[in-house]
C-alpha cells in the first residue's frame, strides 16, 4: 500500500472513530435531556392532578368533566389512578377494560414518595400526595411518542451524517494527501531515472525548506559522492585490467616458446604447462574485468547485435581448447517444429564468448572424462543451451551459493582458480536478460542450463 493510502487510511478511520463518539455523545446526552423532559411533564401533570384534587368539592363527581375539559395538558396515551390512604382506587380514567396495578408499588411509594419507572412501557410515574390532610396515591403513565420520534429522527440524522462524513473525509484525505505527496512522488520518479550512466543526474530542488526540498538536496549529494566513488573504481578497474594484459600476454608469449624446447626435464615441462594455464586463467579473467566495465545493464542494449549462439559455442571451444587439448565436445541440436529456430539472439558476443569459455572450462576442469555434452534446444519464446559433464556433483547446500563471488565448492579443493568465473557468467547473462541454472539429474552428473528470451 502507498504512503498516500495509508495516511488517508489512518486519517479517515481516525476521523471515523472520533466523529462516531462524538455522534454517540451527542445521541445519549438528547436521550438523556427526553428522560428528563418527559418526567418534568409528569411532575407538572401530578401538580395539576393535585392542585384539581385540593379544590374540588365533590372529586369523583367533578373529575370526569375537569379532565376531558383539560384534554390538551393530556400526556399521550396517559392514565391516571388515584387511590385513597387505604389504597382503594377512587378513580380511574380507564372506563373500558378492566383495570389492574401492581400493590408493590404502592408499597414502595409509601417508602420513597415518589417514584419514575423508565424501563417500561408506557413509562410510570407514581407519588404519594397529602391534599387537605388526607393521602393520595397518584399513578400516572403514558407514552413519550414525540421524543421517541425526535430521538428516532435524531438517530436517522447523525448516522447519515457519520457515513457522509466519513465517506469525504476519505475522499478528501486522499485528494488532499497525493496534492501533499506529489512532489515526493516526483521526487520518486527522478531518482528511479537514475542509472550508474546517469549518476550526474541532478534531481530538481523547490526553493522552500520543507522535508521533502531537504530530502531532495541530500539525495543530490549522495549522488555526487556514488558518481565519484563510482567513476574511480571503474576507471582503477578499467586502467588495471589494461595495465596488467601486456605483461600476462608477453608471460604468456615466453612460456609458450619455452614449452616448444625440447630439452626440458619432465618435472620442468608439467610446471610450464601449468604456469601457462595459469597465466591463461588469469588472462581470460582480466579480459573478462576489462569488457564489463565498459557495459552496464542500462546501455548494454544499444550495442545489441545478431549473434548465432552454435558459433559462439564453436568458438568458445577452440579458446578453451588452447589451454586444454584433452578437451572434448559432444554437441547436439535439438529437432524442433518451431518455424522460427535460426539459433541467433541479440547480444554482444564479445561478452558471451566469456560465458561459454567459463562454462567449457569448467568442464575441462571437473569432469571426469575431459567431455563436455552441449545441447542447444529452441522454441518459440526461448533458447536453451545445456552444458553437462560427468563429475563430482555439487552439494544441495554449495548450489544456492554457486554463482557468488569466489565461491568454491569442495569438488574444487585441489584446482587451482579465482572463483570468479561463474559470477562473472551470471553477470553478462543478466545484461542478456538470460537466466542460469545448475542441477545433477543424475549422480556424478553437472549441468548448466542458460536460458536465452527470443
Known amino acids: 500500500m502507498s504512503l498516500k493510502r495509508k495516511i488517508a487510511l489512518t486519517l479517515s478511520i481516525s476521523f471515523s472513530l472520533l466523529f462516531g463518539i462524538v455522534l454517540i455523545i451527542i445521541y445519549v446526552s438528547f436521550n438523556d435531556f427526553r428522560k428528563e423532559e418527559f418526567r418534568e411533564r409528569f411532575v407538572r401533570r401530578l401538580d395539576f392532578t393535585t392542585n384539581f384534587i385540593s379544590k374540588s368539592k365533590n372529586f369523583e363527581m367533578e373529575a370526569p368533566i375537569f379532565f376531558n375539559e383539560n384534554s390538551d395538558n393530556i400526556l399521550l396515551n396517559e392514565t391516571i389512578l388515584i387511590f385513597n390512604s387505604k389504597k382503594e382506587l377512587i378513580y380511574s380514567t380507564i372506563k373500558d377494560r378492566k383495570i389492574t396495578w401492581d400493590r408493590n408499588l404502592l408499597k414502595e411509594v409509601d417508602q420513597k414518595k415518589s417514584i419514575h419507572i423508565e424501563k417500561t412501557f408506557p413509562e410510570v410515574y407514581a407519588a404519594l400526595r397529602n ?17 421517541q420520534s425526535k430521538l428516532d429522527y435524531l438517530k436517522y440524522l447523525l448516522i447519515t451524517a457519520y457515513i457522509t462524513s466519513t465517506l469525504l473525509i476519505g475522499f478528501f484525505s486522499y485528494y488532499f494527501m497525493g496534492r ?41 549529494t549522495m549522488i555526487v559522492r556514488l558518481n565519484d566513488v563510482f567513476q574511480s573504481q571503474k576507471d582503477f578497474t578499467a586502467s588495471a585490467s589494461h595495465e596488467i594484459r601486456t605483461p600476462i600476454t608477453r608471460m604468456a608469449f615466453q612460456l609458450e616458446n619455452l614449452i616448444k624446447l625440447e630439452q626440458h626435464s619432465p618435472e620442468t615441462f608439467s610446471a610450464l604447462k601449468q604456469m601457462q594455464k595459469d597465466v591463461y586463467q588469469l588472462s581470460d579473467l582480466t579480459n573478462s574485468l576489462l569488457l564489463l566495465t565498459k557495459f552496464d545493464k542500462e546501455n548494454i542494449q544499444s550495442i545489441y547485435e545478431e549473434v548465432r549462439i552454435d558459433e559462439v559455442i564453436f568458438e568458445s571451444f577452440e579458446q578453451v581448447q588452447k589451454s586444454y587439448p584433452n578437451l572434448k565436445m559432444d554437441f547436439l541440436i535439438a529437432e524442433n517444429e518451431s518455424e522460427n529456430a535460426f539459433l541467433t539472439i541479440e547480444g554482444v558476443q564479445s561478452l558471451l564468448d566469456i560465458v561459454f569459455i567459463n562454462l567449457l572450462k569448467n568442464a575441462a576442469v571437473y569432469s571426469d572424462d575431459g567431455d563436455a555434452k552441449v545441447l542447444i534446444t529452441e522454441d518459440d519464446r526461448n533458447i536453451i543451451v545445456e552444458v553437462a559433464s560427468v563429475g563430482n ?6 548450489q544456492s551459493r554457486l554463482f557468488d563471488a ?18 562473472i557468467v551470471k553477470r553478462i547473462l543478466e545484461y542478456h536478460g538470460a ?20
Request: glycine letters at 6%; zero cysteines.
Open 406 to 423: 569466489f565461491m568454491r565448492g569442495n569438488n574444487a579443493q585441489h584446482i587451482a582458480g579465482s572463483g570468479l568465473g561463474l559470477r
Open 131 to 147: 391534599i387537605n390532610g388526607e393521602n393520595y396515591y397518584i399513578l400516572t403513565s403514558a407514552f413519550d411518542t414525540n421524543g
Open 180 to 220: 501533499f505527496l506529489r512532489p515526493l512522488e516526483d521526487l520518486n520518479k527522478e531518482i528511479s531515472e537514475v542509472t550508474a550512466h546517469k549518476l550526474t543526474t541532478q534531481v530538481p530542488v523547490e526553493h522552500s525548506n520543507d522535508e521533502i526540498s531537504i530530502l531532495a538536496r541530500s539525495f543530490n
Open 435 to 454: 537466466e542460469i541454472q545448475y542441477s545433477s539429474p543424475e549422480q556424478n552428473i553437472n549441468k548448466f542450463s542458460v536460458v536465452f528470451n527470443k
Open 393 to 398: 556433483a555439487i552439494s544441495e547446500e554449495e
